[in-house]
């Protein structure tokens, strides 16, 4: 029996919420949808993502973009509803683990999540990737270390390149943090990978300030689009290995 159960039942009463994805009046994730934050026998999805002239970016994604996970994540992320973050992050953390593991990564590596624009933060009043990254770490570190720094134009109807044009150079590295960094690999987290785009510039910033970043783990991702998305699944189990 879960004794957290009847606790979230009680709680429900007393302050009474919807679920996040069929918004019946319940809790934050109602027993009816949690099953569609729960991984599958398979684990976390291994991908890459595909850049010119570059190693692809490895990445690890728990669940489809689609159904329960993208109703949750719009309310979470712009209808302030943060009672689904510990929801989230459980199958976030799962695509954690799986990178941890298939990288080798050292125990001092920390995860850097993808950064919100100033503005979006401040409508917000929290970072949704950073709650996520917070919660999913496992007692690793996650550090702000990325901001944006200018805007970019509407990414609809652009092919691969012109995405990643796009958003060449929007990201910056806060160089006053990655100074007290006491290593310098990393894994990169965010909520969706869509295109790829926007890990590729994050990747970017961080390698130009001398840091390895050693791959990335999302909570969802979209099935590649031909000639909108750099991102694939992998088919060589090798190259996600340590």
């Known amino acids: 029996m879960n004794i957290l159960s009847p606790l979230a039942d009680a709680l429900g009463v007393l302050f009474p919420t919807e679920c996040v994805a069929c918004h019946r009046a319940d809790r934050a994730v109602c027993d009816a949808c949690l099953p569609g934050l729960t991984l599958g026998r398979g684990g976390a999805v291994a991908l890459r993502v595909r850049q010119a ?5 490895l990445v690890w994604s728990a669940l489809a973009y689609d159904g329960v996970v993208k109703e949750a ?13 510990r929801a989230l992050a ?11 593991l298939a990288l080798g ?18 409508l917000r009043g929290y970072n949704p990737v950073s709650l996520l990254a917070e919660r999913a770490g496992g007692g690793r570190s996650s550090v702000a270390a990325l901001s944006v720094g200018r805007r970019v134009a509407d990414q609809a109807g652009l092919g691969v390149a012109a995405r990643q044009a796009n958003l060449a150079g929007s990201v910056r590295l806060r160089t006053k943090v990655i100074a007290g960094f006491s290593c310098r690999d990393v894994l990169l987290i965010d909520d969706v990978v869509t295109t ?3 890990l590729l510039e994050c990747r970017r910033a961080l390698e130009h300030g001398g840091v390895r970043v050693r791959g990335a783990a999302t909570l969802a991702f979209t099935e590649r689009r031909a000639g909108v998305s750099a991102v694939e699944r992998s088919a060589d189990p090798g190259e996600h290995s340590g």
């Open 90 to 100: 459980r199958p976030l953390a799962e695509a954690v683990t799986a990178a941890t």
């Open 196 to 198: 790829g785009a926007t």
């Open 53 to 57: 002239a570059r190693p692809p970016l």
């Open 105 to 122: 990564l050292p125990a001092d590596a920390v995860l850097v999540p993808a950064p919100s624009s100033r503005a979006a933060n401040r």
């Open 73 to 85: 994540l719009s309310a979470f992320k712009e209808h302030g509803r943060t009672d689904a973050t």
